[in-house]
């Protein structure tokens, strides 16, 4: 099966989660650093998460899966190790158009997870739609060789330069030559090596002069 990519906004989401085993808290914590509305974890065999909850987001009901737990749901997690529950559980968001992921037998639900590489922003997801779990781990290895941390300065050097770049209400075919001009620059060596002064140097050279007096400090914050 070929599946379709896509990246989620789950800001507005609620998430509920069936089953808080290692597999199930591998989930949780993704979820969490994503900063959904609330997550709703289900499980009658757990007394407590040990999981980081500052905003008060993750809620934990010690009690067997009902398809009343699905309502206002809007992604679903199954990962118990029993197969009723899961297979109940995503017959019950089949019925109810949600979206849900089946861990153990991913067939039953409706999308997998990739395997994922990031460095902050920078995420790389990569997958063989669960034809080779083992080449995907070699493939994210591979990712870590060639993308560095410096690749995360320069996803965070782009976003700030965005900031200044868009309130002068320039054609958007401006605004690309610019940011591929970065891109394909001295830019990655440069945050590389921490030279800030050559850095805010090549930034002027390639942005427009109204932006000038801000460079300095955007390349500040990051080196």
């Known amino acids: 099966m070929r599946y379709f ?100 037998t991913p067939d039953q639900g409706d999308f997998i997870l990739p395997g994922v590489f990031s460095r902050q922003d920078l995420i790389i997801a990569v997958s063989t739609c669960g034809c080779s779990p083992a080449l995907t781990a070699r493939i994210k290895q591979d990712l870590s060789d060639i993308y560095g941390p410096e690749y995360a300065l320069l996803t965070e050097l782009l976003a700030a330069v965005r900031k200044i770049i868009l309130p002068l209400d320039l054609p958007q075919k401006k605004n690309r030559e610019y940011f591929r001009a970065i891109v394909d620059s001295e830019a990655l060596p440069l945050l590389k090596q921490g030279k800030s002064r050559q850095l805010a140097e090549l930034l002027q050279q390639i942005l427009p002069s109204d932006t000038h007096n801000e460079v300095q400090g955007v390349v500040n914050d990051l080196i």
Request: glycine fraction near 4%; charged fraction near 25%.
């Open 5 to 104: 990519p896509i990246f989620l906004n789950i800001s507005d989401k609620t998430c509920l989660i069936v089953g808080a085993g290692s597999v199930g808290l591998r989930k949780i914590k993704t979820l969490m650093s994503c900063s959904p509305e609330k997550v709703i974890v289900i499980d009658p065999f757990t007394d407590s998460l040990d999981i980081q909850d500052q905003d008060s987001r993750l809620t934990h009901l010690k009690e067997s899966f009902n398809v009343t737990h699905l309502e206002g749901c809007s992604l679903v997690f199954a990962c118990t190790n029993d197969p009723e529950v899961n297979e109940k559980v995503a017959r019950a968001c089949q019925e109810k158009n949600i979206l849900c992921n089946v861990a153990e």
